[in-house]
């Protein structure tokens, strides 16, 4: 198969996971209503133009769910920004996991355990976020934002020990867009929210 095919792959099993996700709305979406009410689409459209945004396509489509489409608000539309993040490392960490159990050469090890870590890392702070993003989006601004270095070491950890694996390059770029995609919508959230710094 194809890299690009592999990409698509991946990216079309992610996706799926998110729209298929049994979690029921009401207990990822908060009940405080911070800015206007604008229709999703506005909401997205307007996220997904951002000047962070690394990837509009996946933007586009990674919040074309129905739970995206119901979110009134841009606290709302963080939080699912945030869930999808979670689940995404979630799914990453799980290759990474199938793969220690494969390869065993030390060099390799340190590289997957050390991306392990920052998968971990990410999922604790992409759900951490979640919570902050009603109460102090400045803080959750800082802790969406600071999972991205954690990746990037990854990503060279990988490089360094030439582990060719296309689907952890993938999980790697796509934890990025959900950074990206983070930091833009507590960026909005910050600039609506002025006076409570």
Do not use: W
Request: hydrophobic share 40%; glycine share 4%.
């Amino acid at each position: 198969m194809d890299p690009p095919n592999q990409l698509c792959l991946v990216l079309a099993i992610f996706l799926s996971m998110f729209s298929l996700s049994s979690m029921p709305t009401s207990a990822i979406i908060p009940k405080v209503n911070v800015s206007p009410q604008m229709p999703s689409s506005q909401l997205v459209e307007n996220l997904c133009n951002g000047k962070a945004i690394k990837n509009r396509r996946f933007c586009q489509k990674a919040l074309s769910t129905p739970e995206v489409i119901a979110a009134m608000d841009t606290t709302q539309l963080g939080t699912l920004i945030m869930k999808l993040g979670a689940t995404n490392a979630k799914a990453t960490l799980n290759v990474y996991n199938e793969i220690i159990k494969k390869l065993g050469s030390p060099q390799t090890l340190k590289a997957l355990n050390c991306c392990v870590e920052a998968y971990k890392y990410a999922i604790l702070s992409f759900e951490m976020v979640s919570s902050e993003l009603v109460e102090d989006s400045q803080t959750a601004n800082y802790d969406v934002v600071v999972i991205g270095p954690r990746i990037a070491n990854c990503k060279k950890e990988l490089i360094n020990a030439k582990v060719q694996a296309p689907r952890l390059l993938a999980g790697n770029r796509f934890i990025k867009y959900h950074v990206s995609m983070g930091y833009e919508i507590t960026s909005t959230l910050e600039f609506e929210n002025p006076n409570e710094y």
